[in-house]
């Protein structure tokens, strides 16, 4: 049977910023090319039906209206989905790609204040695993996640950067509050077009561009 793994991602927010469209599109590319799919669940009915063209063409992609509980109502369902969840009591490991098909990013989206949705799915029957203890942009969770499922790294062999200084222009940078992949440049792997999105709008905060 092909191995192919799902990477479910929880987006209750009524819209889609330009930060989370460049993350999504990348995480719907590199699914595609790991031979996976990409869904968004919990989508909004009306966001589902004007998402950006630059999403809704991938291949990999499907968004979805339902959450994940109407998704895998049954309780062996349930049992093959993967929850990354920062209060696991286990690591992700190479082992669990033959326990789990699934893997979802709960997110704390939608909501003010925010709405622990991690929370919410860690009472339902999904098991959990944890991705280390520092904050990640939702690509590089669903990279390292396919890192360890699909080919088989361990977390600590995973190369990181955490909190790069992005350089704005001559005289001024920005600090990412986030752990990233390192690229074989030694530079942190990036959604195409998140760099300029970042130049672009340097006066903002970070939490603006979502």
């Known amino acids: 049977m092909p191995d192919r793994k799902t990477y479910i991602v929880e987006h209750l927010d009524p819209e889609l910023g330009p930060w989370s469209e460049l993350e999504y599109v990348s995480i719907a590319r590199e699914t595609a090319r790991a031979g996976g ?10 966001l589902a039906a004007d998402l950006p063209e630059t999403l809704a063409r991938e291949p990999a992609f499907r968004a979805e209206t339902r ?10 369902q349930r049992a093959r989905v993967c ?21 979802l990013f709960g997110g704390i989206l ?8 991690t929370g919410e799915l860690r009472v339902k029957g999904f098991e ?12 590089t969770a669903v990279r390292v996640t396919r890192m360890v499922i699909q080919e ?6 995973v190369p990181y950067v955490d909190h790069p200084d992005l350089k704005i222009n001559e005289h001024e940078s920005t600090e990412m509050p986030f752990r990233y992949v390192k690229g074989s440049d030694g530079e942190p792997v990036m959604p195409e077009g998140m760099m ?15």
């Open 37 to 46: 799919t990409f869904v968004l669940s919990s989508v909004p009915a009306a």
């Open 67 to 76: 959450g994940v509980e109407e998704l895998y109502p049954a309780a062996e």
């Open 83 to 103: 929850l990354l969840d920062p209060r696991a009591e286990k690591d992700i490991s190479p082992d669990d790609k033959a326990l789990f098909d699934v893997f």
């Open 110 to 117: 939608g909501d003010d204040p925010p709405r622990d949705r």
């Open 128 to 139: 959990g695993r944890r991705l280390g203890p520092v904050q990640m942009t939702t690509d």
């Open 152 to 157: 088989q790294f361990t977390l600590n062999m």
């Open 196 to 210: 300029d999105l970042i130049k672009k709008d340097a006066d903002k905060s970070i939490e603006d561009l979502f």
